[in-house]
């Protein structure tokens, strides 16, 4: 079983509507959660931060953290066509490396 | 501007034909990694660097050599590159003191074939 899990998708939506990205992990023990958004052709630029459980919302983002559960999520409310990426979820403990989800590919199609 | 800056972005080789990827990043950040990305793997650290002249293995570190002699730079050496190497690239840096983690600032990759 991967430490971390991610739907890889296609998920394809139309303009406007909200779109949930999920990863779920199997190791309690780490405390940081990002989520990275990576173009076509370009490097993973880091989106949102969040340490330990809770909410965080950065306007049309918000990442949500359910240690209990394990399961962390990505929220985007009135999705662009210039959303269309792939999403990866990391995660990671101390100073050790990150570990990354294997992403999901998004298409918002106007 | 800030960034991390690799080449070549696109790389055709032969099996055995030694080559470099270098990395270089312009933040003065202590920290710096090689990933590969390959489908369905996701993003796996090769080696990374905490400061000059100090490196150490990633998950995936056989078959590829770093060196860390400035701060700024960090390149990718395959000595006898092979077909399962074919993958696409990524450098990243991060200012240290336990913050790495949370703002790794990542190159646009190279995309090495190994024929």
């Known amino acids: 079983q991967k430490e971390v899990e991610q739907d890889p998708g296609p998920l394809s939506v139309p303009e406007g509507a909200i779109v949930s990205l999920n990863c779920t992990y199997s190791n309690s023990a780490f405390q940081y959660f990002m989520w990275y958004r990576q173009y076509s052709r370009k490097g993973p630029e880091l989106l949102m931060y969040?340490?330990?459980?809770g909410n965080k919302e950065d306007g049309r983002f918000t990442a949500q953290v359910d240690k209990s559960s394990k399961y962390i999520s990505l929220f985007i409310r009135d999705s662009q066509p210039s959303d269309s990426a792939t999403y990866l979820c990391a995660m990671g403990q101390g100073t050790d490396k990150l570990i990354f989800g294997t992403g999901t590919r998004l298409q918002v199609f106007p | 501007e800030a960034q991390v800056t690799q080449n070549p972005r696109y790389l055709i080789t032969v099996t055995g034909k030694k080559l470099t990827v270098t990395c270089s990043q312009n933040m003065n950040h202590e920290y710096m990694s090689w990933y590969r990305q390959d489908p369905g793997l996701g993003l796996r650290q090769i080696y990374y660097s905490m400061n000059v002249e100090v490196t150490d293995k990633g998950d995936v570190p056989e078959g590829y050599k770093v060196s860390r002699k400035e701060k700024r730079n960090f390149p990718l050496i395959l000595e006898s590159p092979s077909p399962n190497q074919t993958s696409l690239y990524f450098c990243?840096?991060?200012?240290?003191?336990?913050?790495?983690?949370?703002?790794?600032?990542f190159g646009n990759g190279t995309r090495l074939t190994v024929t």
């Open positions: 990243a840096s991060s200012l240290l003191a336990g913050s790495h983690l949370r703002s790794l600032h």
């Open positions: 969040t340490y330990s459980s």
